[in-house]
């Protein structure tokens, strides 16, 4: 079946140091992918896109890797601070024969990160 | 720049009812994609419009159904409410040209609590 894995725990870390989250995925062959932040009670906001043969992205503090053998991507905040406390979403996107794209979410994974 | 506008933004129905929530496209946007997101799941994708036509549907049933308007904006419509249907519904923009979609990313609104008690 396919499936889309995100940590389900919270992931707690200090403030300063670099969180990372990942994201899993079965039986899905992706055109690319997408990290998006949701804060409670509002809608995605997107923040990096990877295409599938890019190796790795970035933008300031933020980083995201994208292995299509392991069928993997790591999204990484370094030097975090408490505001990038929120929950993130991967997305993978799809590209029908119709030339639509299509969005498949993870459930997410909440960063908290204390000072 | 306006960015995806939704209403309302909270909303309470009985089992049984009838809802229509409604989407403002992101400017030079022309497409709309709504998703249903539970508590605690990302969100599912339900369909997309474009040229006021329905052109992709998730696994939602025929309860869920939609409509866009030569503006672009556009309609949710959920009969025969269930408890189940309780969620935030979130509207997405983009742009297709060429039949293609042209934008690599989904603008997202702040979306529609719905509580159906």
């Known amino acids: 079946s396919q499936k889309i894995e995100q940590n389900s725990e919270a992931l707690n870390i200090q403030e300063g140091k670099t969180a990372t989250l990942t994201c899993n995925y079965t039986n899905y062959s992706p055109a690319y992918l997408q990290w998006y932040r949701q804060d409670p009670g509002r809608g995605p906001v997107f923040l990096l896109l990877?295409?599938?043969?890019?190796k790795e992205k970035r933008k300031e503090r933020l980083k995201v890797t994208f292995d299509t053998t392991l069928k993997q991507s790591l999204f990484h905040i370094t030097a975090s601070q408490p505001a990038d406390s929120a929950t993130y979403l991967c997305?993978?996107?799809?590209?029908?024969?119709?030339?639509?794209?299509?969005?498949?979410f993870g459930a997410g994974t909440r960063l908290a990160v204390h000072p | 720049d306006a960015g995806v506008t939704q209403s309302p933004t909270h909303l309470i129905k009985t089992r049984g009812q009838q809802v229509t929530l409604r989407c403002s496209p992101k400017?030079?946007?022309?497409?709309v994609s709504w998703y249903q997101q539970a508590l605690g799941q990302g969100p599912q994708f339900i369909f997309q419009y474009y040229e006021e036509e329905e052109r992709q549907r998730g696994n939602f049933p025929d309860r869920f159904s939609g409509h866009q308007f030569p503006n672009y904006s556009s309609e949710l419509n959920v009969n025969a409410l269930l408890l189940g249907d309780s969620a935030l519904y979130l509207c997405?923009?983009?742009?297709?040209?060429?039949?293609?979609?042209?934008?690599?990313?989904?603008?997202f609104g702040p979306g529609t609590r719905l509580t159906v008690l």
């Open positions: 990877i295409r599938e043969n890019e």
């Open positions: 400017s030079g946007h022309d497409t």
């Open positions: 997305a993978l996107v799809f590209l029908d024969s119709g030339g639509y794209n299509k969005l498949i």
């Open positions: 997405a923009s983009s742009r297709t040209s060429g039949g293609r979609t042209s934008t690599d990313t989904q603008y």
